[in-house]
């Protein structure tokens, strides 16, 4: 052992330079109907006949086992993956509990997405049973299906680290499959330990060792991880084995049960725990002096005391595990040199062993070169590094980045001189410059050996190209000498960065040399080594060099030593290419630490991966955990394969290491892949009071007071056995979050200084408590606990550690005895949730058992500067409704910061604590609400503690099962109407109910919620629940009053005359609220509101979805969060109605501008809308209502746009009547029965002349008509024609329009059959807006007229008259057809006349063919085309503005879906191709084509501009993108695939996959509902309404065909 290694083992082992490094950074009812499960094959008796049972066999043997009495419900942890198949960031890693008792993992999936389109579901999760082998994965082929949301359940039965992905066909009918972001899951290892009994009395005193006080008992325990109280043991200052027992009782009496230990195999010649020289065998001092016993014998030995330590003191262990390095000297690096990286097998190392070989020789010679050898000022810095530039500079490194331009020259001379070259095939080259031609060359690939460094001048190139190259490039030139000497000019250029590469890496080398060498030698907080010399050199040797070898030369010898170095890629080796780390001298090296050279895995080098695998396996045997050294330098493959092999051996390893990435996301992939348990983390990294709270309230809180997530989002269920046999088990479902690495946080690590150093001694007492406190794992070294002054050289100090008797305490013990007692009883008795409150100085942790709601508090003064004794300030701590009682308090006194020296002992500072007795806290009532006062007493200086037991008082331990109970029966007999007062009503809607009584809750520095209902509250509570966000707005707005319960009952019991069965929701939420109200405390009403509020959500959508279709009720989440809306939208207001004489619920077009008055009921909107929101969901009653209300307004052969509550309707809708028809006839396809709706009689707003009378006029409603009449009317008055001058036209009607718009005219063709109408001064159809810019010139200009024959009444019409025709053939109409005027003669033409006339003229009047040679086979204006292969918008529009016909819009699949027959299939498919292409977007369809000259996508009413195209939102359908025609693209698209193909399976993928915005977007946004229309490409549009009708309702005509067509 040269006296360089030891020395640099004291410099850099007794100060971690990482840990410091790191220090430094912190610093600068109805049983809900099942989806479908994946079908998991059981492994038959055989496969496992004859191997012992695994776990996985165990879980197989459990779910297929009938549950016995009494059996707790199986827990289930759902986990959701995105709709591209992975989980989403945060859900990347998953921590799951140990599985003491089997649980399930559940893998979820929404439906229809594209993970569907044959996925397979892979995990290395022994599914089948048998062993775990992380490369063998299996299979779980899921269902195509589209109507519920896929399942796998993995029965998790055993510890480790899983992977998991999906894999699926991409979208459309390509053949590649795509494989979905991994996820990963570990599963904590079950930890087992001896029971303790009680550290306290029933009078709340510190129980002694001596009156049994956590005595250790022969019972075995299962402790969670949390509650891990671990303690740093170095075993050299133990003494030898026979001499640990009375250390081992001392560690188990201050309450720790585990002791982390520093490696105990044999060191090496350094003497450090960390280089190790021999893996398989334990140090000799381990063993008393003049033990002759054997390596294996030695092992049994230190098995044995482990064993000891685990039963008799109730002591798990955990040992590092040393990978990356072994010592200099092991002896087995002789046999296998292959083992270091060296010159020989990574040649790149070649240059920097040289420089190291210089570096030694000129440390050598520093005396006799009469340089200064030792540094006694900085200029001697200088003056030696001005030398050994010298010495650097003789090298000529520079030679291993060059190419040797004399012999490249040669050898391209001998190819020409050979004969003609080859010739170029590269780019042009005559007449470019040699600089180009260097660049070229650099380009080409065609250099060998480009910064390999593995020998001098190794960098060459191609003769032959070179020949070639300047054979073309110097065409001037014919003699092979003067183009060889061409060739030599080329190669200089490239030379040229080469040189500077070699420049700046020598000058980077430099640099490092001066600042190690000033660090190690003149810096006054460096080791100050000495004098320089042969044995203690300049600067750290690079390479440990064996002895020579007969067989193998020098650079097979000279081995990389480890080190580690400053912000480096944790991912990347450094001792490998491309890094020149070791050239350039970046590695703080360890001399004494020989880099281990695993390769790509075992194959590549077997000795060392077996031998190192004998290592990890013979720990696993004996040890309960590995705490990993160095990980962040570890190669994932290795520490993966080498842990796999530990946890074969050791299934339940607890794994634990200290990460330095600078990376939370680099961190977890650590975690995730090795299996990582804990990552260490260190509360002296906190550099301030503010700093240290956030540490412990992100690595130890736990779950804040209060936290709602397990009381509200968890859910009971039947649980099916995830094999294919086996019983259904009542089961508890708790949704998965995502995880965070799982912290072991040490108040001090036995690397880093002592509190002393970085903050003050007394700071041990105030920090060890707070860190005791947190819910984490926690540890400790016994300097801390002890107050030693300095931190302790491990390598060089070896002295022992001080024993005291049973009951004696040296420092603050006594504190730790009790406060990690305590800490592990917190775990066990499930006191998960924390606060954590930071005033100042001060830090006050509570913790709380949510159930019983028990606690324990901590007031801790800290002490981050020495020398004050000052109280300092914190507020009074109040406590509300909660009783406290004082265990413990104390400060410490510290006479003196200087130890007395003692040689041979290790010894903490002399300290006294000062025990806090008999403090009584004082109680109080403040209002209605008691509470208890802490006041920190006078004397507090820092460093202090109190510890409190707290009670809540007057709580309900079953409260939670209170705010739950009776819910249904409040809620179960509620119909829609009560449904939409309960759960929505936006703040127009409440207040035109309540006469401005009662609007939307406004919650203070947050706003108004966007409903009254539950649904209001729902949209925070969502995001509260789910993350535990106790500092929202509306949280602290609960904490601050009651005013938020009351608002909830008391809305429903204004309402209650005209809404009776409200009372009983009223009663339920006033009951749990009032209950609330008395017993709880301020502080925890945001968890109860939110148990009351989601639970009454709950409840009320169960109700919905009972009165539903089977369509919905059993359909997935998207179609319930749809069907929703029909409730949304349906509603009783005062000021709009379905009857003008009173008010009665009605359809509203959206919300919030859509509300109430004459702007919420449309009536193009309520029939386009009434499919989907009332039919589909089972709302019949409310769609037959608004059918025969709208029957009664017919005029002109007309119904309303505006309804107007029936008393001012408004007739300018030309489309409207069309619309009400296909719902009729959807309403006797769809509702049984529906037939009868024909006979029933409607009362007649308006006489049959169409006079304008007032709705209580006597005249008004004083004769009937049937729904058949109705109907026939309609058709009638179109085919005679319709002209008529709108009622009180002029600006008291509209005063946008021009005088000539308010002329409606409509006539039919009966030539083809189809009807044209409208004008270019008005708007008939869903595109309606009318222009308004009187700057602009637009007022009284409608954007988009649409005369003529627009496609969708087309379609509607040929849908009326098939289905008329049809009725009439039956006898179940009672008309054959209408009468027109045909060549002046008045004749009956029947429904199937008037049909058959359309189907011959569709085709030629509205399809645009693909190819211009086919238009003369339809009526198509060539010049006017600006896309081929669609179908016209409208057909005649006046030859001004003819056009418009050819206008790419998303009108056309509407006609398609009502009307399919009338298109040629081939072109429908075609057209609706183009439309999935030009038109779809994220949540709705392009209302015209980007391409057209008219496009303009973005939509904004408020603009007044002087640009006619958008001013006052002339656009508003010129490209803006509306939701509703979404529905009828993928319905058409759907029909014409059926047609087109048999299997349409691929079709439904590509038709979901549109749907994934849309869902997202329900789910998300606070309306709960699809918005009207969007900007382009789905950017928010703030004119838009939040919610519309007709968006949400066309998704679900489409997903009602797709589960007619599954159920076909």
Same mark, same amino acid.
């Given at each position: 052992?040269?006296?360089?290694?030891?020395?640099?083992?004291?410099?850099?082992?007794?100060?971690?330079?990482?840990?410091?490094?790191?220090? $430094?950074?912190?610093?600068?009812?109805?049983?809900?109907?099942?989806?479908?499960?994946?079908?998991?094959?059981?492994?038959?008796?055989?496969?496992?006949?004859?191997?012992?049972?695994?776990?996985?066999?165990?879980?197989?043997?459990?779910?297929?086992?009938?549950?016995?009495?009494? $059996?707790?419900?199986?827990?289930?942890?759902?986990?959701?993956?995105?709709?591209?198949?992975?989980?989403?960031?945060?859900?990347?890693?998953?921590?799951?509990?140990?599985?003491?008792?089997?649980?399930?993992?559940?893998?979820?999936?929404?439906?229809?997405?594209?993970?569907?389109?044959?996925?397979?579901?892979?995990?290395?999760?022994?599914?089948?049973?048998?062993?775990?082998?992380?490369?063998?994965?299996?299979?779980?082929?899921?269902?195509?299906?589209?109507?519920?949301?896929?399942?796998?359940?993995?029965?998790?039965?055993?510890?480790?680290?899983?992977?998991?992905?999906?894999?699926?066909?991409?979208?459309?009918?390509?053949?590649?499959?795509?494989?979905?972001?991994?996820?990963?899951?570990?599963?904590?290892?079950?930890?087992?330990?001896?029971?303790?009994?009680?550290?306290?009395?029933?009078?709340?005193?510190?129980?002694?060792?001596?009156?049994?006080?956590?005595? =250790?008992?022969?019972? $075995?325990?299962?402790?969670?991880?949390? *509650?891990?109280?671990?303690?740093?043991?170095?075993?050299? &200052?133990?003494?030898?084995?026979?001499?640990?027992?009375?250390?081992?009782?001392?560690?188990?009496?201050?309450?720790?049960?585990?002791?982390? &230990?520093?490696?105990?195999?044999?060191?090496?010649?350094?003497?450090?725990?960390?280089?190790?020289?021999?893996?398989?065998?334990?140090?000799?001092?381990?063993?008393?002096?003049?033990?002759?016993?054997?390596?294996?014998?030695?092992?049994?030995?230190?098995?044995?005391?482990?064993?000891?330590?685990?039963?008799?003191?109730?002591?798990?262990?955990?040992?590092?595990?040393?990978?990356?390095?072994?010592?200099?000297?092991?002896?087995?690096?002789?046999?296998?040199?292959?083992?270091?990286?060296?010159?020989?097998?990574?040649?790149?190392?070649?240059?920097?062993?040289?420089?190291?070989?210089?570096?030694?020789?000129?440390?050598?010679?520093?005396?006799?070169?009469?340089?200064?050898?030792?540094?006694?000022?900085?200029?001697?810095?200088?003056?030696?590094?001005?030398?050994?530039?010298?010495?650097?500079?003789?090298?000529?490194?520079?030679? +291993?980045?060059?190419?040797?331009?004399?012999?490249?020259?040669?050898?391209?001379?001998?190819?020409?001189?050979?004969?003609?070259?080859?010739?170029?095939?590269?780019?042009?080259?005559?007449?470019?410059?040699?600089?180009?031609?260097?660049?070229?060359?650099?380009?080409?690939?065609?250099?060998?050996?480009?910064?390999?460094?593995?020998?001098?001048?190794?960098?060459?190139?191609?003769?032959?190209?070179?020949?070639?190259?300047?054979?073309?490039?110097?065409?001037?030139?014919?003699?092979?000498?003067?183009?060889?000497?061409?060739?030599?000019?080329?190669?200089?250029?490239?030379?040229?960065?080469?040189?500077?590469?070699?420049?700046?890496?020598?000058?980077?080398?430099?640099?490092?040399?001066?600042?190690?060498?000033? %660090?190690?030698?003149?810096?006054?907080?460096?080791?100050?080594?000495?004098?320089?010399?042969?044995?203690?050199?300049?600067?750290?040797? %690079?390479?440990?060099?064996?002895?020579?070898?007969?067989?193998?030369?020098?650079?097979?010898?000279?081995?990389?030593?480890?080190?580690?170095?400053?912000?480096?890629?944790?991912?990347?080796?450094?001792?490998?290419?491309?890094?020149?780390?070791?050239?350039?001298?970046?590695?703080?090296?360890?001399?004494?630490?020989?880099?281990?050279?695993?390769?790509?895995?075992?194959?590549?080098?077997?000795?060392?991966?077996?031998?190192?695998?004998?290592?990890?396996?013979?720990?696993?045997?004996?040890?309960?955990?590995?705490?990993?050294?160095?990980?962040?330098?570890?190669?994932?493959? =290795?520490?993966?394969?080498?842990?796999?092999?530990?946890?074969?051996?050791?299934?339940?390893?607890?794994?634990?290491?200290?990460?330095?990435?600078?990376?939370?996301?680099?961190?977890?992939?650590?975690?995730?892949?090795?299996?990582?348990?804990?990552?260490?983390?260190?509360?002296?990294?906190?550099?301030?009071?503010?700093?240290?709270?956030?540490?412990?309230?992100? %690595?130890?809180?736990?779950?804040?007071?209060?936290?709602?997530?397990?009381?509200?989002?968890?859910?009971?269920?039947?649980?099916?056995?995830?094999?294919?046999?086996?019983?259904?088990?009542?089961?508890?479902?708790?949704?998965?979050?995502?995880?965070?690495?799982?912290?072991?946080?040490?108040?001090?690590?036995?690397?880093?200084?002592?509190?002393?150093?970085?903050?003050?001694?007394?700071?041990?007492?105030?920090?060890?408590?707070?860190?005791?406190?947190?819910?984490?794992?926690?540890?400790?070294?016994?300097?801390?606990?002890?107050?030693?002054?300095?931190?302790?050289?491990?390598?060089?100090?070896?002295?022992?550690?001080? /024993? #005291?008797?049973? @009951?004696?305490?040296?420092?603050?013990?006594?504190?730790?005895?009790?406060?990690?007692?305590?800490?592990?009883?917190?775990?066990?008795?499930?006191?998960?949730?924390?606060?954590?409150?930071?005033?100042?100085?001060?830090?006050?942790?509570?913790?709380?058992?949510?159930?019983?709601?028990?606690? +324990?508090?901590?007031?801790?003064?800290?002490?981050?500067?020495?020398?004050?004794?000052?109280?300092?300030?914190?507020?009074?701590?109040?406590?509300?409704?909660?009783?406290?009682?004082?265990?413990?308090?104390?400060?410490?006194?510290?006479?003196?910061?200087?130890?007395?020296?003692?040689?041979?002992?290790?010894?903490?500072?002399?300290?006294?604590?000062?025990?806090?007795?008999?403090?009584?806290?004082?109680?109080? /009532?403040? @209002?209605?609400?008691?509470?208890?006062?802490?006041?920190?007493?006078?004397?507090?200086?820092?460093?202090?503690?109190?510890?409190?037991?707290?009670?809540?008082?007057?709580?309900?331990?079953?409260?939670?099962?209170?705010?739950?109970?009776?819910?249904?029966?409040?809620?179960?007999?509620?119909?829609?109407?009560?449904?939409?007062?309960?759960?929505?009503?936006?703040?127009?809607?409440?207040?035109?109910?309540?006469?401005?009584?009662?609007?939307?809750?406004?919650?203070?520095?947050?706003?108004?919620?966007?409903?009254? *209902?539950?649904?209001?509250?729902?949209?925070?509570?969502?995001?509260?629940?789910?993350?535990?966000?106790?500092?929202?707005?509306?949280?602290?707005?609960?904490?601050?009053?009651? &005013?938020?319960?009351?608002? #909830?009952?008391?809305?429903?019991?204004?309402?209650?005359?005209?809404?009776?069965?409200?009372?009983?929701?009223?009663?339920?939420?006033?009951?749990?609220?009032?209950?609330?109200?008395?017993?709880?405390?301020?502080?925890?009403?945001?968890?109860?509101?939110?148990?009351?509020?989601?639970?009454?959500?709950?409840?009320?959508?169960?109700?919905?979805?009972?009165?539903?279709?089977?369509?919905?009720?059993?359909?997935?989440?998207?179609?319930?969060?749809?069907?929703?809306?029909?409730?949304?939208?349906?509603?009783?207001?005062?000021?709009?109605?379905?009857?003008?004489?009173?008010? #009665?619920?009605?359809?509203?077009?959206?919300?919030?501008?859509?509300?109430?008055?004459?702007?919420?009921?449309?009536?193009?909107?309520?029939?386009?809308?009434?499919?989907?929101?009332?039919?589909?969901?089972?709302?019949?009653?409310?769609?037959?209502?608004?059918?025969?209300?709208? !029957?009664?307004?017919?005029?002109?052969?007309?119904?309303?746009?505006?309804?107007?509550?029936?008393?001012?309707?408004?007739?300018?809708?030309?489309?409207?009547?069309?619309?009400?028809?296909?719902?009729?006839?959807?309403?006797?396809?769809?509702?049984?029965?529906?037939?009868?709706?024909?006979?029933?009689?409607?009362?007649?707003?308006?006489?049959?002349?169409?006079?304008?009378?007032?709705?209580?006029?006597?005249?008004?409603?004083?004769?009937?008509?049937?729904?058949?009449?109705? =109907?026939?009317?309609?058709?009638?008055?179109?085919?005679?024609?319709?002209?008529?001058?709108?009622?009180?036209?002029?600006?008291?009607?509209?005063?946008?329009?021009?005088?000539?718009?308010?002329?409606?005219?409509?006539?039919?063709?009966?030539?083809?059959?189809?009807?044209?109408?409208?004008?270019?001064?008005?708007? @008939?159809?869903?595109?309606?807006?009318?222009?308004?810019?009187?700057?602009?010139?637009?007022?009284?200009?409608?954007?988009?007229?649409?005369?003529?024959?627009?496609?969708?009444?087309? @379609?509607?019409?040929?849908?009326?008259?098939?289905?008329?025709?049809?009725?009439?053939?039956?006898?179940?109409?009672?008309?054959?057809?209408?009468?027109?005027?045909?060549?002046?003669?008045?004749?009956?033409?029947?429904?199937?006349?008037?049909?058959?006339?359309?189907?011959?003229?569709?085709?030629?009047?509205?399809?645009?063919?693909?190819?211009?040679?086919?238009?003369?086979?339809?009526?198509?204006?060539?010049?006017?085309?600006?896309?081929?292969?669609?179908?016209?918008?409208?057909?005649?529009?006046?030859?001004?503005?003819?056009?418009?016909?050819?206008?790419?819009?998303?009108?056309?699949?509407?006609?398609?879906?009502?009307?399919?027959?009338?298109?040629?299939?081939?072109?429908?498919?075609?057209?609706?191709?183009?439309?999935?292409?030009?038109?779809?977007?994220?949540?709705?369809?392009?209302?015209?084509?980007?391409?057209?000259?008219? %496009?303009?996508?973005?939509?904004?009413?408020?603009?007044?501009?002087?640009?006619?195209?958008?001013?006052?939102?002339?656009?508003?359908?010129?490209?803006?993108?509306?939701?509703?025609?979404?529905?009828?693209?993928?319905?058409?698209?759907?029909?014409?695939?059926?047609?087109?193909?048999?299997?349409?399976?691929?079709?439904?993928?590509?038709?979901?996959?549109?749907?994934?915005?849309?869902?997202?977007?329900?789910?998300?946004?606070?309306?709960?509902?699809?918005?009207?229309?969007?900007?382009?490409?789905?950017?928010? !549009?703030?004119?838009? !309404?939040?919610?519309?009708?007709?968006?949400?309702?066309?998704?679900?005509?489409?997903?009602?065909?797709?589960?007619?067509?599954?159920?076909?």
């Amino acid at each position: 052992m040269t006296s360089t290694a030891a020395a640099l083992s004291a410099a850099i082992h007794g100060h971690n330079p990482i840990a410091a490094a790191a220090d $430094d950074a912190s610093k600068s009812k109805p049983r809900p109907n099942l989806p479908p499960k994946v079908d998991i094959p059981v492994p038959s008796a055989a496969d496992h006949a004859s191997a012992p049972k695994t776990p996985a066999d165990e879980a197989i043997d459990f779910f297929e086992s009938a549950p016995l009495p009494g $059996d707790a419900p199986i827990q289930v942890y759902e986990l959701k993956l995105e709709e591209d198949g992975g989980p989403n960031k945060s859900k990347a890693y998953t921590r799951l509990p140990p599985p003491y008792r089997p649980y399930i993992l559940r893998v979820t999936l929404d439906a229809g997405t594209p993970p569907c389109k044959n996925g397979v579901f892979y995990t290395n999760f022994p599914l089948d049973g048998g062993k775990f082998d992380r490369s063998k994965f299996v299979e779980r082929k899921l269902p195509s299906i589209f109507s519920k949301p896929i399942q796998i359940d993995l029965p998790i039965s055993h510890a480790g680290a899983f992977v998991y992905w999906i894999e699926y066909d991409a979208p459309g009918k390509s053949s590649t499959r795509v494989k979905g972001r991994e996820g990963y899951f570990n599963v904590d290892p079950i930890l087992t330990v001896r029971k303790r009994k009680a550290i306290l009395s029933d009078d709340l005193k510190a129980l002694p060792p001596s009156a049994g006080g956590a005595a =250790i008992t022969p019972e $075995d325990i299962k402790i969670p991880m949390d *509650g891990l109280a671990v303690l740093t043991a170095v075993s050299k &200052w133990m003494g030898p084995l026979t001499e640990w027992a009375p250390h081992l009782r001392e560690v188990s009496e201050r309450g720790y049960n585990m002791i982390h &230990w520093t490696p105990l195999q044999q060191r090496g010649e350094s003497k450090s725990p960390y280089s190790i020289a021999d893996q398989l065998g334990f140090d000799e001092e381990l063993f008393e002096e003049g033990w002759k016993g054997t390596k294996e014998e030695g092992v049994k030995r230190v098995a044995q005391m482990m064993k000891t330590a685990k039963e008799e003191y109730g002591l798990l262990s955990l040992i590092d595990v040393v990978l990356n390095h072994t010592a200099n000297n092991s002896p087995w690096l002789v046999d296998h040199p292959e083992a270091g990286y060296s010159p020989y097998n990574t040649p790149h190392l070649a240059p920097a062993l040289e420089l190291d070989d210089a570096i030694m020789e000129f440390s050598d010679k520093v005396a006799a070169k009469g340089l200064p050898a030792t540094v006694t000022t900085e200029a001697d810095l200088k003056t030696l590094i001005d030398a050994l530039k010298e010495d650097i500079k003789a090298l000529d490194l520079w030679q +291993y980045y060059v190419i040797d331009v004399v012999s490249e020259k040669e050898s391209v001379k001998a190819v020409l001189a050979s004969g003609t070259p080859a010739p170029w095939d590269g780019p042009a080259v005559a007449g470019k410059s040699v600089v180009d031609l260097a660049l070229i060359f650099k380009e080409s690939g065609k250099i060998d050996n480009l910064a390999a460094f593995s020998k001098r001048f190794c960098m060459t190139g191609d003769p032959a190209y070179g020949a070639s190259l300047v054979s073309a490039a110097f065409v001037e030139l014919k003699d092979a000498d003067a183009l060889a000497e061409a060739w030599g000019r080329v190669l200089d250029v490239v030379n040229v960065d080469q040189y500077k590469e070699w420049e700046e890496d020598t000058k980077v080398a430099i640099d490092n040399i001066f600042n190690r060498l000033k %660090y190690t030698r003149w810096d006054s907080h460096g080791p100050k080594l000495g004098p320089i010399t042969k044995d203690l050199p300049l600067v750290d040797t %690079y390479f440990t060099r064996l002895p020579p070898s007969e067989t193998l030369p020098r650079s097979a010898l000279c081995l990389a030593n480890n080190g580690w170095i400053w912000d480096a890629d944790p991912l990347q080796n450094f001792a490998l290419r491309p890094s020149k780390a070791y050239l350039r001298r970046e590695v703080i090296a360890w001399g004494d630490c020989v880099k281990l050279r695993y390769g790509d895995g075992p194959q590549s080098n077997p000795w060392l991966w077996e031998y190192m695998t004998a290592y990890v396996e013979t720990l696993a045997t004996m040890f309960d955990g590995f705490r990993i050294d160095n990980c962040h330098s570890t190669p994932l493959n =290795i520490g993966v394969y080498l842990l796999d092999k530990a946890r074969v051996i050791n299934p339940n390893l607890y794994v634990a290491a200290e990460l330095f990435t600078g990376s939370e996301e680099t961190d977890l992939m650590f975690v995730s892949r090795l299996g990582i348990n804990s990552l260490i983390r260190e509360a002296y990294n906190g550099w301030d009071t503010k700093e240290f709270s956030r540490l412990l309230y992100r %690595y130890g809180l736990g779950k804040p007071i209060g936290s709602m997530d397990a009381a509200c989002l968890t859910s009971a269920a039947d649980i099916p056995s995830p094999f294919a046999h086996g019983p259904s088990r009542p089961g508890i479902v708790t949704p998965l979050q995502g995880s965070v690495p799982h912290a072991l946080l040490f108040d001090l690590t036995h690397d880093n200084e002592t509190p002393l150093s970085k903050r003050s001694a007394e700071d041990a007492l105030s920090t060890g408590a707070l860190v005791a406190f947190t819910w984490a794992a926690i540890g400790s070294v016994k300097g801390f606990d002890d107050i030693y002054p300095k931190h302790l050289n491990i390598v060089s100090d070896s002295r022992k550690y001080e /024993v #005291v008797e049973s @009951g004696e305490y040296k420092g603050i013990a006594e504190v730790k005895r009790l406060l990690n007692h305590l800490h592990s009883e917190m775990v066990l008795d499930g006191f998960t949730e924390g606060h954590v409150h930071q005033e100042n100085d001060y830090i006050v942790l509570h913790r709380v058992q949510p159930i019983t709601q028990k606690g +324990y508090l901590l007031v801790a003064h800290t002490a981050f500067r020495k020398g004050t004794k000052e109280r300092g300030w914190v507020d009074p701590i109040k406590l509300r409704r909660t009783k406290a009682r004082f265990i413990y308090g104390a400060s410490i006194d510290i006479p003196s910061y200087e130890a007395p020296v003692d040689t041979t002992t290790l010894r903490g500072l002399p300290s006294t604590l000062k025990q806090i007795t008999d403090y009584v806290p004082k109680e109080g /009532v403040d @209002g209605d609400e008691p509470y208890t006062e802490i006041i920190v007493p006078d004397t507090f200086p820092p460093g202090s503690i109190l510890v409190f037991e707290t009670q809540m008082q007057g709580i309900d331990p079953t409260l939670d099962d209170f705010c739950k109970a009776g819910v249904d029966d409040a809620f179960g007999d509620l119909d829609f109407v009560d449904l939409n007062v309960l759960l929505h009503r936006c703040d127009g809607e409440e207040k035109d109910a309540t006469g401005g009584e009662i609007g939307t809750y406004n919650v203070p520095n947050q706003g108004n919620l966007v409903y009254c *209902g539950l649904e209001g509250w729902m949209h925070p509570l969502r995001h509260i629940m789910k993350f535990n966000d106790l500092g929202h707005p509306l949280c602290g707005h609960l904490r601050e009053g009651t &005013w938020a319960m009351d608002y #909830v009952h008391t809305r429903l019991d204004k309402q209650l005359k005209t809404f009776p069965r409200l009372a009983k929701p009223a009663a339920w939420f006033k009951e749990r609220f009032d209950k609330i109200k008395a017993t709880v405390p301020s502080f925890l009403r945001p968890k109860y509101f939110a148990i009351v509020i989601f639970e009454a959500y709950k409840a009320a959508r169960r109700t919905v979805m009972e009165q539903c279709s089977e369509f919905v009720s059993n359909g997935h989440s998207f179609t319930q969060d749809l069907a929703l809306t029909s409730v949304q939208m349906y509603g009783l207001v005062q000021s709009a109605s379905l009857d003008p004489g009173k008010p #009665v619920p009605s359809l509203a077009a959206g919300l919030p501008h859509f509300a109430s008055s004459w702007a919420r009921c449309w009536g193009r909107d309520v029939f386009i809308s009434l499919r989907g929101l009332f039919l589909t969901t089972g709302n019949y009653d409310a769609a037959k209502k608004h059918i025969l209300a709208f !029957c009664s307004t017919l005029k002109h052969g007309l119904i309303p746009n505006l309804l107007d509550s029936i008393r001012n309707p408004r007739y300018n809708s030309r489309d409207s009547p069309w619309w009400m028809l296909q719902n009729i006839q959807d309403y006797v396809t769809m509702v049984p029965d529906g037939i009868n709706i024909l006979a029933e009689p409607v009362k007649r707003r308006f006489p049959l002349d169409d006079t304008w009378i007032a709705w209580d006029d006597p005249q008004a409603y004083s004769y009937s008509s049937t729904v058949a009449e109705i =109907i026939q009317e309609i058709l009638q008055r179109h085919a005679l024609g319709i002209s008529f001058r709108e009622h009180n036209a002029g600006a008291n009607l509209d005063m946008q329009m021009k005088d000539e718009g308010f002329n409606i005219e409509v006539h039919v063709d009966w030539t083809t059959g189809i009807i044209y109408g409208g004008s270019q001064h008005n708007c @008939g159809t869903w595109m309606d807006k009318m222009g308004e810019s009187t700057k602009a010139g637009t007022k009284g200009v409608p954007g988009t007229p649409r005369d003529g024959a627009p496609i969708e009444i087309i @379609g509607l019409l040929k849908s009326t008259l098939r289905w008329v025709d049809q009725l009439a053939s039956k006898g179940q109409f009672p008309f054959k057809g209408v009468e027109a005027q045909i060549d002046g003669k008045l004749q009956l033409v029947t429904y199937k006349e008037w049909n058959d006339l359309l189907q011959a003229s569709f085709e030629k009047h509205f399809y645009v063919p693909l190819d211009p040679a086919d238009d003369a086979k339809y009526e198509v204006n060539s010049a006017l085309v600006n896309r081929r292969g669609i179908y016209k918008d409208v057909y005649g529009t006046p030859k001004d503005r003819e056009w418009s016909d050819y206008q790419l819009r998303c009108n056309f699949p509407i006609a398609m879906t009502v009307a399919p027959e009338l298109f040629d299939p081939e072109h429908a498919l075609g057209a609706l191709k183009v439309a999935d292409e030009v038109l779809r977007s994220p949540l709705g369809m392009k209302t015209l084509d980007p391409s057209d000259g008219q %496009y303009r996508g973005n939509y904004d009413n408020s603009n007044d501009s002087h640009d006619a195209a958008i001013a006052k939102g002339l656009n508003y359908h010129q490209g803006p993108e509306w939701g509703w025609p979404l529905g009828y693209f993928l319905r058409a698209y759907l029909h014409f695939e059926r047609v087109q193909n048999k299997d349409v399976t691929d079709a439904l993928h590509r038709l979901h996959a549109a749907l994934l915005v849309p869902r997202r977007s329900i789910q998300d946004d606070p309306w709960a509902g699809l918005p009207e229309l969007t900007n382009e490409n789905g950017s928010y !549009c703030h004119d838009s !309404c939040r919610t519309q009708a007709w968006s949400s309702s066309t998704l679900l005509d489409f997903l009602e065909d797709v589960h007619q067509l599954q159920k076909s």
